[in-house]
């Protein structure tokens, strides 16, 4: 158990649909990452919060969306769902570092299937 | 704008045999780097990290990895596989205030 926890961990739905993906990152740390992995682009970088702020955006599609909350458990949502958003949503929590290198802990992730 | 590249998306070697999986990067800046490790239906767990400190890397589970900066690579070795090292591994960068960037990772297959 890493101690970041993810629900649901699988979740089928239809194109056109919205759903929310629920991330608790783990004990004292203060950024949440939110990651998308599927075959054909491998782990793509979504978007950061740190202490409730948006603090870096990567290729998020405009139909998502995500935020971070007071007692920093985020969420992602994602509407108008196509099938090519199909995939496995990982977040991932870290404490900054004296060194500078951020290690993310990464949860076990939220397969979404779209039919 | 940093990237990693891995060379070959799938490497099968013998138990007992030399793992080596290869990764390069690019950065504009000095680059912290990372392994990490995914089990199959779990989440991606960190092998190592290089941070500016030594070149040569120790991990868990017997896994090592050496920053040479001249070939901008970091590649991971093990001298020796075991069944369980199958899992998909990734390289990763980042300058330290960016998110990591991964490359698309390498399977690695271990036969009895």
């Known amino acids: 158990d890493s101690g970041v926890t993810q629900t649901p961990k699988h979740l089928i739905t239809a194109t056109g649909q919205r759903v929310t993906l629920r991330c608790s990152p783990r004990?004292?740390?203060?950024?949440v990452y939110w990651y998308q992995q599927s075959l054909d682009q491998g782990l793509q970088f979504l978007i950061q919060?740190?202490?409730?702020?948006?603090?870096a955006k990567g290729n998020i599609l405009e139909r998502f969306s995500a935020q971070q909350f007071p007692d920093l458990h985020s969420e992602l949502n994602l509407s108008s769902l196509e099938l090519g958003d199909s995939a496995l949503y990982f977040c991932?929590?870290?404490?900054?570092?004296?060194?500078?290198?951020?290690?993310?802990?990464f949860g076990a992730g939220s397969r979404l299937t779209v039919l | 704008a940093q990237s990693v590249t891995q060379l070959g998306s799938h490497v099968s070697v013998s138990e007992g045999a030399l793992v080596l999986l290869r990764c390069n990067y690019s950065?504009?800046?000095?680059?912290?780097l990372f392994w990490y490790v995914q089990y199959p239906n779990q989440g991606l767990q960190l092998l190592l990290k290089?941070?500016?400190?030594?070149?040569l890397v120790k991990g868990i589970n017997g896994f090592e990895a050496e920053f040479k900066k001249s070939e901008t690579s970091f590649h991971l070795t093990k001298p020796s596989a075991h069944m369980s090292d199958a899992a998909e591994y990734f390289c990763?960068?980042?300058?330290?205030?960016?998110?990591?960037?991964f490359g698309k990772g390498t399977r690695l297959s271990v036969i009895a």
């Open positions: 950065s504009s800046v000095p680059p912290y």
């Open positions: 991932a929590s870290s404490v900054p570092t004296g060194s500078g290198a951020n290690v993310l802990t």
């Open positions: 990763a960068v980042s300058s330290g205030n960016t998110p990591l960037v």
């Open positions: 290089y941070t500016s400190a030594a070149t």
């Open positions: 919060y740190y202490n409730g702020e948006e603090r």
């Open positions: 004990s004292g740390d203060l950024s």
